[in-house]
C-alpha cells in the first residue's frame, strides 16, 4: 500500500522568511512518480512539480525549491523569501508508474504574515 | 491552458435528496477522476473514468456513482446524500501520456 506523510499541518511565519514543508512516503513500486499541489483560498488544486523516481536531482524554480532523498524517502518543498501570496495549502501526492491513482498527503496550510 | 470547471462552487442540499455534480474539461483527455477533501486527510479518491463509459472505484465509493456519457463530461451522483457526505469534492483530468492531474476549482458540498 501506498501511504504519504506530511507532517507538519500548519506553518505560520513572516513575510520573507523561507519554509520547508515536508513530506515522506512509502511504497513498494520501484518506479513512482512525486508531486507537490498548491490550493489557494480559491480551491483550485495547482501543479507545482513531478519528478519521477529515477530522478534525484533536486530542482529550482523561482523562489521555489524541491530536495528529494530516495534513501529517507522524502520529497520536501522550500520556499524562499516567502511572499503574502504563498499562503496557501501544499500538498505532497505519490503516483503509481501505471494506472490512474495518486495517494495524497494531509496537506500543509501555510500562512505567511505581511 | 488546461480548463476543468464543475458546475457549482457551493451546493446545499438535504439528507435523502439525489446529488449531481458536474465537471467539464476541455482538453480532450482521456482519464477523468472525483476526489473528496477533508481537514487532515487530504484528498481520496471516489471513482475515476479512462473512457467513455469506463468507470472505476477508487478509494471511498460507497455512496456515490458516476456518469460518463461524453469524453468531455464526468459526473458524480450522491444517490441519497447523508450529513457524511458533506464536504469538498473535486474533479480532475489527465491525458493518457501524462501523469500529472489537472484539478477543478472544486464544490462545496453541505448536507443538512
Redesign the interface.
Known amino acids: 500500500a501506498q501511504k ?1 506523510t ?1 507532517a507538519q ?1 500548519e506553518i505560520s511565519v513572516v513575510e520573507k522568511e523561507d519554509v520547508t514543508l515536508d513530506c515522506v512516503y512509502e511504497t513498494r513500486d520501484t518506479t513512482y ?1 512525486l ?1 507537490w ?1 498548491k490550493q489557494p483560498p ?6 507545482l512539480i ?1 519528478r519521477n523516481s529515477f530522478d534525484e536531482q533536486n530542482e529550482i524554480s523561482g523562489r521555489y525549491s524541491w530536495n528529494f532523498q530516495k534513501s529517507t524517502s522524502s520529497f520536501n518543498f522550500t520556499i524562499t523569501a516567502s511572499q503574502v501570496v504563498d499562503s496557501a495549502v501544499y ?1 505532497c ?1 505519490l ?1 503509481k508508474a501505471a494506472g ?3 495517494t ?4 500543509t496550510r501555510v500562512l505567511v504574515k505581511p | 491552458d488546461v480548463k476543468v470547471t464543475q458546475s457549482s ?1 457551493y451546493l446545499v442540499k438535504r439528507t435523502g435528496e439525489k446529488v449531481f455534480l458536474e465537471c467539464v474539461q476541455d482538453m480532450d483527455h482521456e ?1 477523468m ?1 472525483w476526489y473528496r477533501q477533508d481537514p ?6 471516489i471513482y ?1 473514468s ?1 473512457d467513455v463509459k469506463m468507470k ?1 472505484k ?1 478509494d471511498i465509493p460507497e455512496g456515490y456513482s458516476v456518469s460518463r456519457e461524453k469524453k468531455e463530461r464526468f459526473s458524480l451522483i450522491l444517490e441519497s446524500a447523508s450529513t457524511n457526505q458533506t464536504s ?1 469534492y ?1 474533479c ?1 483530468s ?1 491525458p493518457t501520456r501524462l ?8 464544490t ?1 458540498l453541505l448536507v443538512l
Do not use: D, H, I, W
Not at chain 2, 501523469?99 to 472544486?106: A, E, K, R, S, V
Open positions: 504519504v506530511q499541518t512518480y508531486f499541489y480559491s480551491g483550485e488544486l495547482v501543479f513531478r500538498f501526492a503516483g490512474n491513482k495518486l495524497f498527503g494531509g496537506g | 462552487r482519464n477522476f487532515g486527510l487530504g484528498l481520496r479518491l475515476f479512462y472505476e477508487g469538498m473535486l480532475a489527465r501523469l500529472t492531474q489537472y484539478f477543478g476549482p472544486g462545496r
